[in-house]
Antibody
Framework: QITLRESGPTLVKPTQTLTLTCTFS??????????VGWFRQPPGKALEWLAL???????RYSPSLKSRLTITKDTSKNQVVLRMTNMDPVDTATYYC?????????????WGQGTTVTVSS | DIVMTQSPLSLSVTPGEPASISCRSS???????????LDWYLQKPGKSPQLLIY???NRAAGVPDRFSGSGSGTDFTLKISRVEAEDAGVYYC????????FGQGTKLEI
C-alpha cells in the first residue's frame, strides 16, 4: 500500500524560502518508473502542478515557477524535498505530493493529505 | 501551456439521476505512443483529490463502475450513471501529456 505524507512549516514570511518534505512508503524511488510530484491549491481555487521527480533523477518543473523551485530525492530516506524561494502571499496554499509512474502511467493514483502553508509577515 | 476548460462549473443532481461533466483541451492530448493523457479527479470537501479515471477511460482501483470516462483528441466527458450522496465534491480534469494542467473544477451538489 502506497502512502505519502507532506511536512513543513505552516507559516513563512515573504521573501523566505519554503522547504517541504514528502515522506512516502510502499514504493522506492530507486525502482524503474516510480515518480513523485508536487501540486498546490490556493484557498478556493483550482489545483496547480509544481514539480516532478523520477527514479532516474529526471526532474520537471512548472514553466511559470521553474526559477523558484528545486526538487530533490533522498532514496535512502524515502523522501522528496521541494524548495520554493522568494515566497509571496500569493503562494499561500495547501501543498500536496503524489505518486505517479512514468511510461506505465496510471494517473496520480495516491495523494498525500496535504500541508497548508500561509505566507504572511 | 495546455488550457483545460470544464463545463458546467456547477451541477445539482438528484440521487439516482445521471450526471455528465465536459472537459475540453486547447490541443490534442493524444501522445505519440497512442495514449490520451486525460485524467479525472474528485476532491471531496476538506480532502485531498482522489483519482477516478486515467488515460481517458480507465477507472482507478476501487472506483465504482457508475463512473465512466470517454472522449478523444480535445473533447472528454465524465459520466456518473446514477449519482449517490457520496459523489458530492469538485471534479477536475487534468491533462498529463505535457506539464500537467487542470480544469477550473465542477462542483457537484447532490
Amino acid at each position: 500500500q502506497i502512502t505519502l505524507r507532506e511536512s513543513g512549516p505552516t507559516l513563512v514570511k515573504p521573501t523566505q524560502t519554503l522547504t517541504l518534505t514528502c515522506t512516502f512508503s510502499g514504493f522506492s524511488l530507486s525502482t524503474d518508473e516510480e515518480g513523485v510530484g508536487w501540486f498546490r491549491q490556493p484557498p478556493g481555487k483550482a489545483l496547480e502542478w509544481l514539480a516532478l521527480i523520477y527514479w532516474n533523477d529526471d526532474k520537471r518543473y512548472s514553466p511559470s515557477l521553474k526559477s523558484r523551485l528545486t526538487i530533490t530525492k533522498d532514496t535512502s530516506k524515502n523522501q522528496v524535498v521541494l524548495r520554493m524561494t522568494n515566497m509571496d502571499p500569493v503562494d499561500t496554499a495547501t501543498y500536496y505530493c503524489t505518486h505517479r509512474l512514468a511510461l506505465r502511467y496510471r494517473g496520480l493514483d495516491v495523494w498525500g493529505q496535504g500541508t497548508t502553508v500561509t505566507v504572511s509577515s | 501551456d495546455i488550457v483545460m476548460t470544464q463545463s458546467p462549473l456547477s451541477l445539482s443532481v438528484t440521487p439516482g439521476e445521471p450526471a455528465s461533466i465536459s472537459c475540453r483541451s486547447s490541443q490534442s492530448l493524444l501522445s505519440s505512443i497512442g495514449y490520451t493523457y486525460l485524467d479525472w479527479y474528485l476532491q471531496k470537501p476538506g480532502k485531498s483529490p482522489q483519482l477516478l479515471i486515467y488515460l481517458t477511460s480507465n477507472r482507478a482501483a476501487g472506483v465504482p463502475d457508475r463512473f465512466s470516462g470517454s472522449g478523444s483528441g480535445t473533447d472528454f466527458t465524465l459520466k456518473i450513471s446514477r449519482v449517490e450522496a457520496e459523489d458530492a465534491g469538485v471534479y477536475y480534469c487534468m491533462q498529463a501529456l505535457q506539464a500537467p494542467t487542470f480544469g477550473q473544477g465542477t462542483k457537484l451538489e447532490i
